[in-house]
């Protein structure tokens, strides 16, 4: 179609013939075969220069929308095309936390300016989903494992502590063992979480039992219940260091075990990532300011000790 509309517009076999990088014979080839599949002329070429005919000249006009729609799509398919190779597509738990990833993303466009960092959170099986179907290059959650297809490459170990609303019997010590927390109010995170598993599997192989008042699917939602003295929780301390710098709430180290939550960097396995994404996974590793030095061991210190547990997804040791 695209050469027939060549052919009509340039009013010559010859010059569309050199427009579509083909020889003068197979263009007069194709129009004859246009010819012969729709049964009419669409070209009187007895005449010098050859006459559109009546079923030619609509047959053009049918063509050349066609065309320039098919021309269209295929620009709009190569700018997409174009735009995702310079996207790196990241899939989140929330808990990452939006402040957190928002430096690694400017301080990685001021290096790469023409690479575009798409950031998206959601609930951990959602991110095992969209980078399992590529449509993720890369996912950041805890307690992550890797299976057949996804990698996980070590990121963060984050000590969790006991957290208190201010108001609260036991706000403002120091450290306490997991027993004085037996029988007390707890806001805790939502039963399908592994962390929620984690933290209930260490309360009850320590014989603690608390009363659980709420549960959440995210940290932020549980500071905030925290923070009205709903009960107590055990958050990675590095998530609640805004409000320990504000005093809205206040935290106690944990004597005897060291709980440890894992976070990492999973990818499809067994696939190329590119420079890029190399490049940005390598920056998100060798940052050591993504938390307060105060608020967390070194993440060597923290995870050697990770290394070191029984458990390769929450450190649960006595010191």
Known sequence: MKVFCDVVTRRSFSRAAKDNQITQSATSQI?????????????????????VTDEGRQYF???????????????GIRH?????????????IYSVGLS?????????HENNPNIHVQLEYHHPQKVYELVTTGH???????????????AAIAWRAEPMVIVFSNEH?????????????????????????RISQEIRRV?????????????FDNIETLKRAIEINTGFSILPKAHV?????????CTADITGPTLIRPVSIIHRDNIPLGTDIENFIEMLIDDENIFPVSATETTATALLNLSTSNSPLLADRQE
Do not use: W
């Not at 309360?203 to 549960?215: A, D, G, Q, S, Y």
């Not at 260091?241 to 709430?249: A, I, P, Q």
């Open 31 to 51: 129009i004859n075969q246009l010819e012969k599949r729709l049964g009419v002329k669409l070209l009187d070429r007895s005449k010098r220069p050859f006459i």
């Open 61 to 75: 006009e049918g063509c050349h929308r066609l065309v320039r729609q098919i021309e269209e799509l295929e620009s």
């Open 80 to 92: 997409l095309s174009d735009a995702t190779e310079n996207t790196i597509r990241v899939a989140s």
């Open 100 to 108: 957190t990833m928002r430096h690694f993303v400017q301080n990685f």
């Open 136 to 150: 993720a290059h890369l996912g950041l959650l805890s307690y992550a494992e890797s299976t057949k297809s996804i």
């Open 169 to 193: 019997p036991l706000a403002h010590r120091q450290e306490l063992s997991l027993h004085a927390l037996h029988g007390l109010e707890m806001v805790a995170f939502s039963r399908d979480l």
């Open 203 to 215: 309360l009850t192989n320590h014989e603690v039992c608390p009363n659980i008042v709420m549960e």
């Open 241 to 249: 260091h805004r409000e320990l710098t504000s005093g809205s709430l």
